[in-house]
């Protein structure tokens, strides 16, 4: 099983810029497909990137698409959200997960470790 470890949340202006990172332990990291989600006080958890074991495919949800980015680095065990453009509805906890597959998926059913979140705040 991956442990998983995120850090970079903070607060920001909206247009302003995060990095998000999520650091791994466990030796299937190369095998698992890492996504990211957040949650709003009073919303579910929603998936809004996800990357495949080899970083050869990945996802960006509609509302983050043309603002966020995902990369993986597999030889340091990192997964990284690049956020651009933050909007106040960005406001969230977010997390990484880590899926016992390649591939990708946007559901939270599909990801069985967790790590503790990170909070990202997004006001003027």
């Known amino acids: 099983q991956v442990q998983l470890v995120e850090s970079g949340g903070g607060s920001v202006q909206p247009g302003g810029s995060l990095t998000l990172s999520c650091v791994a332990s466990g030796s299937t990291f190369d095998q698992s497909a890492i996504g990211w989600f957040r949650q709003a006080p009073g919303k579910e958890r929603e998936g809004i990137s996800c990357i495949s074991s080899t970083g050869g495919s990945t996802y960006l949800a509609n509302s983050v698409k043309g603002r966020f980015s995902i990369s993986r680095d597999n030889a340091k065990n990192t997964v990284t959200l690049q956020m651009n453009s933050l909007k106040p509805e960005d406001t969230a906890a977010y997390y990484c997960?880590?899926?016992?597959?390649?591939?990708?998926?946007?559901?939270?059913?599909?990801?069985?470790?967790w790590g503790q979140g990170t909070q990202v705040t997004v006001s003027s």
């Open positions: 997960a880590a899926r016992d597959y390649r591939y990708c998926s946007a559901n939270v059913h599909d990801f069985g470790s």
